[in-house]
C-alpha cells in the first residue's frame, strides 16, 4: 500500500511535474520578491521562504500537486511586526505560527472546511482571480507599447501552443521566447532584475536573535495566531480548488500540519510564514503538475535558479510573467458563476458576491471568506427556520386541544413557535406532540417552556409527548416547566 502511494504521489508524472515545477519556479520569483517588499523584508526573505516551504510541503501536505510558498495574504499580516520590531522578531512569529498550525492539524480542525459552501469557495475563487489581475495593472501603467506588444505576445502563445503540442507547458514556451526576442532585440522593458536583488548563497539555518521570553510572546502571538488563521484558511480553500481541478481527494488535517512543518523550517532558514498559493497551484495544475514531486521540482528550481542562474533569470521581462498571470486570473475566475447569478438561489449569489466584495475591497482573504459564512449561516438558520409547522385540532368533544409539531426548533424559529399556540382559548387540557420534531438549543427549550407555563397560566393541563432521546436530554437540562421555583421567577411572582 505504502509502495503504491509513493508510486502515485512522485513517480506517476514525472515528466509533466517536473516541467509544471520549472514553470511554477520561474512564477515564483517576482511574486516572492514582491510580497517581500510587502512585508518590508529583503526579498531573500521571501524567496528563501518560498524555496523552503515548497519543498518541505512536498513531504508533508495533504494535497498532492498544490504549491505553498511566501503569499500576499500573509505578507500583509506581518507589516506592522517588521515595522515595529524588525526582521528577527518575524522569523520568531513563523516558528510560532508554525507550532499553532500543527496544533490545528492535531485538533483535526481540518474539517472545519465542511462548513464553508460551495458559494463561498466560488466567491473566494473569483476574488483572487480579480486580485492576481489587478497585481499586474502597475506592470501595465505608464509603460511603452512594446510592453503590451509583448504582453498580448505572450498571451497568444500560451493559449495558441497548445494547439501545436502539449507536451511542453505553453507557459514555459511563453517565458523562454519572449525572454529571447527581449534579449535579441535589445529592449528596454523591466526584467525581473529590476523587482529586487537576487540572493547569492544558500539559506543557513538559524535562531531568532530574539529574547525568549513572555514579553516576546505577547508580542508576536496576536501576529502569529492571525497568521496560521489566515495561512490555513487560504491553504484549505486552495485544497478544495485543486481536489475539483484534479478530481482527487486530499486530507486537510495532514495538510494542516505540513503547512505548521513548513513554516516552522522556514522560520529557521531565515525565511517568512507562507501558505499555499492557488493562483500557483493552477498555474501547476494547467502545466502538467499532479503529484507531489511537482511541488518539490518548483523549490529546488527557484532555488537553483535564483542562486546559482541570477544573471540570466534577471533578464526575464516581466511582461512574460505577467501574461502568465493574466492566464491564471482568466483560468481561476469561475466564469460559470456569471451564468448562475440568474440560475441560482438569490441566497447563494448574494453570499458569492459579498464574498468577492469584501476580499476584494479589503485584500484580506480571511476577512471575505469569514463574511460568506456567516451570511450562509444566517441564510441557512433562516431557511430551516421557516420549515417549522404547528398543526392544530380538538378532541375529546371540545376539552382537550391537540397540537402536533413538525419540524426544528432552535434559536430561528423559536418565535415561531411560540406564535403557532393560541393562549386565549378557554381549554381544559393540552397535548403537544413533538414525535416529528427536534429541539436544538437552550432558546428552544426557553420557548417551550415559555408555552406549557402560559398554558398552565390559563388553567390548563399541558401534556408534552414523543420527545426524542437528544431533545429530551437537553429539555431535562435546561427547562424549567417542572421546576416550581423557576416556574415563578418565569411568571414574574
Not at 512522485?10 to 515545477?21: C, F, Y
Not at 495538510?255 to 525565511?271: D, K, M, P, R
Not at 469584501?358 to 451570511?375: E, I, Y
Not at 427556520?385 to 404547528?390: A, D, Q, S, Y
Request: net charge neutral; aromatic share 8%; hydrophobic share 55%.
Amino acid at each position: 500500500m505504502l509502495k503504491k502511494r509513493i508510486r502515485q504521489d512522485w513517480l506517476s508524472n514525472i515528466r509533466g511535474d517536473l516541467l509544471a515545477g520549472l514553470v511554477v519556479a520561474l512564477a515564483l520569483i517576482p511574486e516572492a520578491i514582491a510580497f517581500s517588499i510587502i512585508a518590508g523584508v529583503d526579498p531573500k526573505v521571501g524567496l528563501y521562504a518560498s524555496f523552503c516551504i515548497a519543498v518541505v510541503i512536498a513531504f508533508t501536505g495533504g494535497r498532492p500537486g498544490m504549491i505553498s510558498a511566501a503569499t500576499g495574504a500573509m505578507a500583509l499580516v506581518m507589516v506592522m511586526l517588521v515595522k515595529e520590531h524588525g526582521l528577527q522578531y518575524l522569523l520568531a512569529a513563523t516558528l510560532l505560527t508554525g507550532v499553532l498550525q500543527i496544533g490545528a492539524g492535531a485538533l483535526r480542525l481540518g474539517a472545519l472546511m465542511r462548513f464553508v459552501s460551495r458559494s463561498v469557495i466560488t466567491g473566494f475563487v473569483n476574488a483572487l482571480a480579480i486580485l492576481i489581475f489587478l497585481a499586474q495593472l502597475p506592470e501595465l501603467t505608464n509603460v511603452t507599447w512594446v510592453v503590451y506588444a509583448m504582453v498580448a505576445a505572450g498571451l497568444a502563445i500560451i493559449y495558441l501552443f497548445p494547439y501545436v503540442t502539449r507536451s511542453i507547458p505553453s507557459p514555459l514556451v511563453c517565458i523562454v521566447v519572449l525572454t529571447a526576442v527581449a534579449l535579441m532585440a535589445g529592449l528596454d522593458i523591466r526584467t525581473v532584475g529590476d523587482m529586487g536583488e537576487l540572493p547569492d548563497s544558500l539559506p543557513v539555518f538559524l535562531l531568532p536573535d530574539v529574547p525568549w521570553n513572555f514579553e516576546t510572546l505577547a508580542i508576536i502571538f496576536p501576529v502569529s495566531a492571525t497568521l496560521a488563521v489566515v495561512g490555513l484558511l487560504e491553504s484549505m480553500m486552495t485544497a478544495s480548488i485543486v481536489d475539483d481541478l484534479t478530481d482527487t481527494p486530499s486530507n486537510k488535517n495532514r495538510e494542516c500540519v505540513g503547512q505548521g512543518v513548513a513554516n516552522i523550517a522556514s522560520g529557521f532558514l531565515g525565511g517568512m510564514a507562507g501558505c499555499a498559493m492557488i493562483g500557483q497551484s493552477v498555474i501547476n495544475v494547467k502545466s502538467g503538475g499532479r503529484g507531489r514531486l511537482s511541488a518539490l521540482a518548483a523549490g529546488v528550481f527557484l532555488l537553483i535558479m535564483v542562486v546559482f542562474l541570477g544573471p540570466w533569470v534577471k533578464q526575464i521581462p516581466m511582461a512574460a510573467l505577467v501574461a502568465v498571470m493574466i492566464m491564471v486570473s482568466i483560468g481561476t475566475f469561475s466564469w460559470e458563476s456569471l451564468r448562475n447569478l440568474t440560475k441560482h438561489p438569490k441566497s447563494s449569489s448574494v453570499v458569492m458576491i459579498a464574498t468577492v466584495i469584501v476580499v476584494v475591497a479589503t485584500h484580506d482573504l480571511a476577512k471575505g471568506v469569514f463574511v460568506g459564512v456567516l451570511l450562509s449561516g444566517i441564510f441557512f438558520a433562516n431557511k430551516v427556520g421557516r420549515v417549522l409547522r404547528v398543526d392544530t385540532r380538538t378532541e375529546d368533544e371540545g376539552r382537550l386541544r391537540a397540537y402536533d409539531v413538525v419540524g426544528q426548533v432552535f434559536f430561528a424559529s423559536a418565535e415561531t413557535f411560540v406564535s403557532s399556540f393560541d393562549f386565549r382559548e378557554v381549554i381544559q387540557r393540552v397535548r403537544i406532540d413533538v414525535s416529528r420534531a427536534h429541539f436544538w438549543d437552550i432558546t428552544a427549550v426557553s420557548a417551550l417552556d415559555k408555552v406549557v407555563v402560559k398554558f398552565r397560566r390559563e388553567g390548563a393541563e399541558v401534556e408534552v409527548l414523543g420527545m426524542n432521546e437528544a431533545s429530551a436530554t437537553l429539555v431535562d437540562r435546561f427547562a424549567v416547566h417542572d421546576k416550581p421555583d423557576a416556574v415563578e421567577r418565569l411568571m414574574g411572582h
